[in-house]
Nanobody, 119 residues
């Protein structure tokens, strides 16, 4: 059973960089054909795919966020990390990490972590 767990600060100041880590257990992030995604849901809005890192280490980003987003990984810890720079209150959201399959579809999700951007 694959499990994902997000971690990181719940409060970030405007203009700072948001950094979240997803720790994966029960499966390797280097296993072929899987992608590891970050998805967020702002209050009263739908889900927004932010980007993903593939089993190969290649990265993919939502064009609307690409200039501010970076996804990396630490294979020794089986973790992948989201960095979102120059945050504003509009980046306040529930942030999820998930395992993505071709399609795309998502078969495993973290429980989500609330991030609030406020001074």
């Amino acid at each position: 059973q694959v499990q994902l767990q997000e971690s990181g600060p719940g409060l970030v100041k405007p203009s700072q960089t948001l950094s979240l880590t997803c720790t994966v257990s029960g499966g390797s992030i280097t296993t072929s054909d899987y992608y590891w995604s970050w998805i967020r849901q702002p209050p009263e809005k739908g889900l927004e795919w932010m980007g993903a890192i593939a089993y190969s280490g290649s990265t993919y980003y939502n064009p609307s966020l690409k200039s501010r987003t970076s996804i990396s990984r630490d294979t020794s810890k089986n973790q992948f990390t989201l960095q979102l720079s120059s945050v504003t209150p509009e980046d306040t959201a529930l942030y999820y990490c998930a395992r993505e399959l071709a399609g795309p579809s998502y078969d495993y999700w973290g429980q989500g972590t609330q991030v609030t951007v406020s001074s």
